[in-house]
């Protein structure tokens, strides 16, 4: 066997890059935080689904695809679930005619499906196991006890009824991810404490339920004797428990978005590290960057807030409707540290040099892809610099085969044949180890997605200006297009070959 690629990755939490070594190359294991499933996924949300895919890709080709473990968890209690619930089968459940679980239930199943939808159709490959947080409240009722045990949690009564907390206070090494320090945040802290909390930045473990919120039973060995409180666990111990119940105690990577380091991660380990007697969760955090929409902060009022669903179904987002090829390409045009700003041109960009691959490739499995982009992947998920490789690869024309007088290619150009071959094939597989399958692409599909009835009104504009043109009036002709420059649609002019008429056509300027 040959000697494995050297991957490094840049971890949070020693802020530098370092040489990846797994507990076990037998299986290496990685968790991400997955989606709360309430709602289509927004354009943010496919990022760290791509980046830790590619990175899955990677571990799978550097260790074997049967030794790496990729877990991703489902959120499915939520308060945001829970009032989406409410409202979207209030009515069924005021006349009895469906349980509050079940109207839980369809919510949750129809995101879910939807999300993995989106996520296949961006091309990332399933997680080995996607536990769900509902299948796994024993556990957590279970290390809530353990934390309680050892002094690290307490029950306190607040507005909202009884809660187990948190007490940072008892661990003396809280906010070694974040790097922060609790007595600068209380100093910094602008929201009134909550009095019941022992410190402000206490979290909850459990909280208690009204009648119309989900609930379970739960018993915990308080110092002042047992308390049963009908609750639902806080967000962040369930990944504490999911990674735990499938990866062990310590595990190799945890990833997720920068916005989840603090608190979210940071209290994962808290949980973690308290419950279990450890030092450590995971040996390598890693965090992909924010994701702007046109170079604004995406938001609803704003107007620039899409969901992944939205970019490939409707025409929403720069009159297109995106091919998740499209879109994950675009994503890996920025490395993934790295604020991204998501734009039309950007997705213009991608689906044009998509569309230049597509016609030069060639598909062969025998054909890995070349080691400068494996090598730039291993470097911290270099995908820019993986992405100058292909456009090397597809810099130059192809090479087609020109028959001499006896009918066969020289030796000369049949080396050079096969070299170009093996170029474009590279070309293929390159792609294909990223997740990107292009003999599924169409290099045409922008106008193909041009609707008839746009055709026709493109055709009208045509002619309108044909008969300008015929009228020598230069300014309307180049105002019509102009127009339709503006709108995306880039004409030609050319002479018909056999009754030198002139004639236009056009194209999706990209
Ligand atoms: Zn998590």
């Not at 929201?191 to 909850?204: G, L, R, S, T």
């Amino acid at each position: 066997m040959t000697e494995k690629p050297v991957l490094t990755l840049y971890n949070t939490l020693t802020r530098q890059k370092e040489v990846f070594a797994p507990i076990d190359a037998e299986n290496v294991r990685m968790y991400v935080c997955g989606p709360t499933v309430y709602d289509y996924a927004h354009i943010g949300n496919a990022r760290p689904a791509i980046v830790f895919d590619v990175l899955f890709r990677l571990l799978r080709h550097v260790y074997g695809a049967d030794h790496v473990t990729y877990v991703r968890n489902i959120t499915d209690v939520d308060d945001k679930i829970n009032a989406r619930a409410l409202r979207d089968y209030g009515d069924e459940i005021d006349a009895g005619r469906m349980s509050l679980n079940a109207a839980i239930r369809a919510v949750t199943e129809k995101t879910l499906a939807q999300y993995l939808e989106d996520t296949a159709a961006l091309g990332c490959l399933e997680p080995t196991v996607q536990p769900r947080a509902t299948e796994h409240v024993d556990g957590m009722v279970e290390m809530i006890g353990t934390l309680i045990a050892g002094g690290h949690a307490y029950v306190a009564s607040g507005g909202e009824g009884r809660e187990v907390l948190f007490d940072v206070r008892s661990m003396p090494a809280y906010g070694g991810l974040s790097k922060r320090n609790l007595d600068e945040q209380q100093a910094g802290a602008r929201i009134a404490v909550e009095a019941h909390k022992k410190n402000p930045a206490d979290f909850v473990l459990w909280k208690e339920s009204d009648p119309d919120e989900p609930g379970w039973d739960a018993t915990f060995d308080t110092p002042d004797g047992a308390v049963t409180i009908h609750g639902r666990p806080g967000w962040h111990i369930e990944c504490s428990v999911m990674s735990e119940h499938h990866l062990g105690k310590l595990f190799d990577i945890h990833g997720g978005g920068l916005d989840l380091i603090f608190p979210h991660h940071e209290n994962e380990i808290a949980q973690s590290c308290c419950a279990h007697g450890t030092e450590r969760m995971a040996n390598y955090w890693m965090h992909n960057g924010f994701l702007q929409v046109e170079g604004r902060k995406m938001s609803k009022s704003e107007g620039n807030f899409f969901t992944i669903h939205e970019l490939m179904a409707t025409e929403n987002f720069g009159q297109f409707s995106w091919p998740g090829a499209v879109l994950r390409y675009a994503m890996l045009m920025t490395n993934y540290r790295e604020p991204i700003d998501f734009s039309v041109q950007r997705l213009e960009e991608a689906a044009t040099e998509l569309g230049k691959y597509r016609l030069i490739a060639e598909f062969d499995e025998a054909v890995a892809p070349p080691a400068a982009f494996v090598d730039a992947l291993c470097d911290d998920l270099n995908t820019p610099k993986a992405i100058s490789v292909l456009r090397d690869l597809a810099a130059k024309p192809p090479v087609y085969a020109r028959s001499d007088q006896n009918g066969g290619a020289t030796s000369d150009s049949s080396a050079a044949l096969d070299e170009d071959y093996s170029r474009r094939a590279q070309l293929a597989a390159a792609l294909s180890f990223v997740g990107i399958d292009l003999r599924n692409y169409d290099a045409n599909w922008m106008i193909a997605s041009v609707s008839d009835a746009r055709k026709l009104e493109i055709q009208a504009r045509i002619d309108e200006r044909l008969a300008f043109i015929r009228d020598k009036n230069w300014a309307e002709a180049d105002r019509i297009r102009d127009e339709l420059l503006s709108e995306g649609i880039q004409l030609k002019d050319g002479k018909d070959s056999e009754t030198g008429e002139r004639i236009t056509t056009w194209e999706v300027k990209r």
